[in-house]
C-alpha cells in the first residue's frame, strides 16, 4: 500500500493549479510568441530522426518546470528504471513489464526471476526470421505443394492492430507479390471477405492469440480450418502446412491442433497491446523481410534507450506524457487527436486507441482507490487532409478544447511515380498550415480587413490558442515507424505514473466477455438467460423475431 499523498494534493499539483489560476489564465499563443519567438527552436526535442515541435503549447518555461516537478514528485523516473529492471510493476496481474525486452539486442542482460530473457527473445526472433525467409524464397508451400501467396493473420486486439498498423504503413517495403490479411472480428463478414478470394492451398493462416482462449480469434481460427480443410479433401495433415501460432499457450495451441513445432512463443511479461515487436509481429516480418523488421526493432530500441537516459528537460516521451496531463488535468480536455499525414498511417491512430485506451483508461490508482483526477483522454482521428473536409471545423471553431499531434513527413515513399510525389508539398502544406491556424487563428480585425461584413465577423473568426505538437520526419521507414510507436508507449508509460494508475492490466475488457458467453444461448436457441434486465430481454426477444433462419 502506497502512503505518498493524494496526487491533486501534492504541492506540485496545487502550483499547477495555481499557475493554471493565475498567470497562465488566457495565455495567448499569439502573446507567447511576440514575447519569445525563440520558443519556436528552444520548444523542440530531437530523438533518432523524429523532430518533435511543442512550441504551439500553451505552456511557458515556467509551466514546463512546474509540469518537470509533478514528475519528479510522483516519481516517473523510479518506475521508469523499475520497468526496464524488469520488476513486477503490473501489480493487479503480478507481473513484469518488459515490452523493450523484445529489442533488446543480442548482447543484453535483462533478468525476470533470475533468468535472462534475452537469448529467449533471439531465438524468437530468429525461428521467426528462418520461417520468414521459408515463405517469402518459396520454400514453405502448401499442403499440395503449391507456393504460400496468400498470409492471413487472425487475431483481435493486440493480435491484430500493431501487424495490420504496420503492414499498412510500411506497404512500400512490403514483398508485393504477397497478399496479407488482416481478420479480427467474429462477424463472419471479415474472413468471408478476406478469403473469399484466394486459393487455400496457397494460403498460410497465422492465428495470433496472446492467450489462445480469446473467444473471437478461436472462432475464426476454426472457421479458417475448416474452410480449408473443405477445399484440400478434408486431410488433416493440411493443417500444419496451412496453419502457424503465435501463442504463449502451447498447451492451447496444441488443443486446437496446431503443432507447437510451428509455435512462435511469447512470455505473460508482453502485454497484447505491447507485443506487436514480439512473435505478434510475424506476419509483418513475412511481408517485409527479416532485415527491415530488425530496422523495426531498433527503432524501437533508440527510443528506449533515450526514454531510459535522456534528461527530464530534454525526454521525450516524458514532454509529451506532461503535455497531455497538463491539458487533461487543468483545462479539463477530454480527447486527444492523433493526426498524420500519411496515408500509410491510416490504421496509425486506431492502433493508439488500444495502446493509450486500454492502458489508462482507468479509474482506481495501483491500491485500488478510486481517483479523483483525470486519466486517460479520448484517443481518436484520421490521417490528413480527410479530416479536415469532415471534423476539422470542431477542432477549428467548436467549444472544445482538443491537443493534437500532426505527425509528418518531408518525403513521399521512393515508389511513388514522380507526378505523385510531386503531390507531397501539397500535402504537407496543409500539414503546416493547420497548425498555423489552430494556433493563431483569425482576429475579428483581421477578417474585417478582408472586406467581410460584419454580421459574418463572428462566423469567419477563429479564435486559434489550440495546442498541437508537431512530429517531423525525413520518411516513413520501419525505423522512424518502431521510434513513432515507442515514444507512444513511453508516453503512455509517463502518464500511468502520474496519475498512480496500472497501466498494463485491462479488467474493463472481462465483464462484456463473461455477459457475451451467458446471452449468446438465448439468441441461438432462445434459452432462458436468468438475471438478464428488462431491456436487454426485450432487445434479444425483438432479435429473435427478426432473425432468418
Ligand atoms: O481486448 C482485451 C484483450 O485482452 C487485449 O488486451 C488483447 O490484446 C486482446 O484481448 C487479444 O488477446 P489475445 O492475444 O490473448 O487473443
Known amino acids: 500500500m502506497s502512503d505518498s499523498p493524494k496526487l491533486t494534493r501534492r504541492p506540485e499539483w496545487v502550483a499547477l493549479e495555481d499557475h493554471r489560476a493565475d498567470g497562465l489564465l488566457h495565455p495567448r499563443l499569439r502573446e507567447l510568441f511576440a514575447a519569445d519567438p525563440a520558443r519556436a527552436e528552444r520548444y523542440v526535442v530531437r530523438v533518432g530522426d523524429l523532430r518533435i515541435d511543442y512550441s504551439k503549447h500553451l505552456i511557458t518555461d515556467e509551466t514546463l518546470a512546474l509540469l518537470q516537478e509533478l514528475a519528479t514528485a510522483t516519481d516517473?523516473?523510479?518506475?521508469?528504471?523499475?520497468?526496464?529492471?524488469?520488476?513486477?510493476?503490473?501489480?493487479?496481474?503480478?507481473?513484469?513489464?518488459?515490452?523493450?525486452?523484445?529489442?533488446?539486442?543480442?548482447?543484453?542482460?535483462?533478468?525476470?526471476?533470475?533468468?535472462?530473457?534475452?537469448?529467449?527473445?533471439?531465438?524468437?526472433?530468429?525461428?521467426?526470421?528462418?520461417?520468414?525467409?521459408?515463405?517469402?524464397?518459396?520454400?514453405?508451400?502448401?499442403?499440395?505443394?503449391?507456393?504460400?501467396?496468400?498470409?492471413?493473420?487472425?487475431?483481435?486486439?493486440?493480435?491484430?492492430?500493431?501487424?495490420?498498423?504496420?503492414?499498412?504503413?510500411?506497404?512500400?517495403?512490403?514483398?508485393?507479390?504477397?497478399?496479407?490479411?488482416?481478420?479480427?472480428?467474429?462477424?463472419?463478414?471479415?474472413?468471408?471477405?478476406?478469403?473469399?478470394?484466394?486459393?487455400?492451398?496457397?494460403?498460410?493462416?497465422?492465428?495470433?492469440?496472446?492467450?489462445?482462449?480469446?473467444?473471437?480469434t478461436i472462432t475464426n481460427a476454426t472457421s479458417a480450418r475448416t474452410w480449408l480443410l473443405g477445399a484440400l479433401g478434408g486431410d488433416e495433415k493440411a493443417v500444419a502446412k496451412h496453419f502457424v501460432a503465435l501463442s504463449t499457450n502451447a498447451g492451447k495451441v496444441s488443443d486446437f491442433g496446431i503443432d507447437t513445432a510451428n509455435m512462435f512463443g511469447f512470455w505473460d511479461w508482453v502485454g497484447g497491446r505491447y507485443s506487436f515487436d514480439s512473435a505478434i509481429g510475424l506476419s509483418l516480418m513475412i511481408a517485409i523481410g527479416p532485415d527491415r523488421f530488425r530496422e523495426l526493432l531498433d527503432g524501437f530500441r533508440l527510443v528506449d534507450e533515450h526514454f531510459r537516459t535522456a534528461p527530464a528537460e530534454a525526454n521525450a516521451p516524458l514532454l509529451l506524457g506532461l503535455l497531455g496531463v497538463w491539458y487533461g488535468n487543468f483545462f479539463d480536455a477530454q480527447s486527444h487527436a492523433v493526426l498524420p499525414y500519411s496515408h500509410y498511417l491510416s490504421k496509425f491512430t486506431a492502433y493508439l486507441q488500444q495502446l493509450d485506451m486500454e492502458s489508462n483508461g482507468k479509474s482506481v490508482d495501483r491500491d485500488g482507490h478510486p481517483v479523483e483526477w483525470q486519466t486517460g483522454p479520448v484517443v481518436w482521428g484520421t490521417p490528413g487532409t480527410n479530416g479536415q473536409h469532415a471534423y476539422y471545423q470542431l477542432i477549428h471553431q467548436g467549444t472544445k478544447l482538443i491537443p493534437a499531434d500532426f505527425i509528418g513527413f518531408a518525403n513521399p515513399v521512393d515508389e511513388l511515380e514522380p507526378e505523385l510525389a510531386a503531390q507531397h508539398d501539397l500535402l504537407m502544406a496543409n500539414f503546416f498550415a493547420q497548425t498555423q491556424a489552430l494556433a493563431f487563428g483569425k482576429t475579428p480585425d483581421e477578417v474585417r480587413a478582408e472586406g467581410v461584413p460584419e454580421e459574418l465577423v463572428p462566423h469567419k473568426t477563429f479564435t486559434g490558442n489550440h495546442p498541437t505538437t508537431t512530429i517531423l520526419a525525413s520518411e516513413l521507414t520501419p525505423s522512424v515507424l518502431g521510434q513513432l510507436i515507442a515514444l507512444y508507449e513511453h508516453k503512455v508509460f509517463v502518464q500511468g505514473a502520474i496519475w498512480n494508475i496500472d497501466s498494463f492490466d485491462q479488467w474493463g475488457v472481462e465483464l462484456g466477455k463473461v455477459l457475451a458467453k451467458r446471452v449468446e444461448p438465448a439468441l441461438t436457441e432462445g434459452a432462458d438467460v436468468p438475471g438478464l434486465d428488462p431491456s436487454t430481454a426485450a432487445l434479444v426477444a425483438a432479435y429473435r423475431t427478426l432473425r432468418k433462419k
Open 76 to 216: 516517473v523516473f523510479g518506475l521508469r528504471d523499475a520497468m526496464f529492471r524488469g520488476e513486477r510493476i503490473n501489480v493487479t496481474e503480478d507481473r513484469a513489464v518488459l515490452h523493450t525486452a523484445l529489442r533488446a539486442p543480442r548482447n543484453a542482460v535483462i533478468e525476470v526471476a533470475g533468468e535472462n530473457v534475452v537469448p529467449g527473445v533471439h531465438a524468437v526472433l530468429d525461428k521467426m526470421a528462418d520461417f520468414a525467409e521459408r515463405v517469402r524464397s518459396g520454400e514453405w508451400t502448401g499442403h499440395t505443394g503449391k507456393r504460400i501467396k496468400n498470409v492471413v493473420n487472425i487475431g483481435i486486439g493486440g493480435s491484430d492492430l500493431g501487424p495490420a498498423m504496420a503492414y499498412e504503413a510500411l506497404r512500400a517495403f512490403t514483398d508485393r507479390s504477397l497478399t496479407v490479411r488482416f481478420v479480427s472480428n467474429v462477424d463472419g463478414a471479415d474472413l468471408h471477405e478476406a478469403v473469399r478470394d484466394l486459393d487455400p492451398a496457397e494460403t498460410l493462416f497465422i492465428i495470433a492469440s496472446k492467450t489462445f482462449t480469446t473467444i473471437e
